[in-house]
């Protein structure tokens, strides 16, 4: 191995460590409660240089889409497993519940899930993933006369986050997050 190739690798090494570093000072942040994640403060904690954190985490957003990459995985297999249901319309009941519980606790996982770019390709596949699940859900419902035309995966993802923020901007009430959720999941039958 030539000097340069050995250099080389121990720089991966070291911005693989950095990474890891930035990521674990940006996940104790948000456990202390400050979800603010200034890129300049977070560089100032872990250690390192902010052009070494915006190397890895051009702006928020992308670290915000690392930070929560381990859920949003989660989401996918849940949106997979509720596909594979044999019932149709109660996978995607369960989904719908599940999904709106996730963005409910977490504004920054509502945020990447309703965002219309990522700064990941891996954040891109995993919506597209979640987006296919629920369209065979959706596509088994409709074909069973139990959900309407017309309604795509996309329009499910954009009302589970007006039902967020109608949570959040009336206070966090669980009671209408579940009167919300049942008002879409009726809008979601073919009209009668």
Do not use: W
């Not at 519940?97 to 596949?125: M, N, Q």
């Amino acid at each position: 191995m030539t000097p340069s190739a050995e250099r080389g690798a121990v720089l991966r090494a070291d911005a693989a460590r950095n990474r890891a570093r930035v990521l674990q000072v940006a996940r104790e942040q948000l456990a202390m409660g400050d979800d603010s994640l200034m890129l300049n403060t977070i560089a100032r904690l872990a250690g390192v240089g902010v052009g070494t954190v915006y190397r890895h985490f051009p702006n928020r957003h992308a670290l915000l889409e690392a930070l929560l990459a381990e859920r949003f995985q989660r989401l996918v297999d849940e949106a997979q497993a509720a596909a594979a249901e044999e019932d149709a319309l109660s996978g995607l009941h369960r989904l719908l519940r599940f999904i709106l519980g996730r963005i409910l606790d977490d504004a920054g996982f509502a945020a990447v899930l309703e965002s219309a770019g990522d700064a990941d390709v891996r954040t891109s596949a995993m919506k597209g993933e979640l987006d296919r699940a629920v369209a065979e859900l959706l596509d088994r419902a409709r074909r069973a006369g139990a959900v309407r035309r017309g309604i795509e995966a996309d329009d499910v993802r954009r009302l589970l986050c007006g039902i967020e923020h109608a949570v959040r901007s009336g206070g966090n009430d669980a009671e209408r997050a579940e009167i919300y959720l049942d008002v879409l999941l009726e809008g979601l039958r073919p009209p009668r």
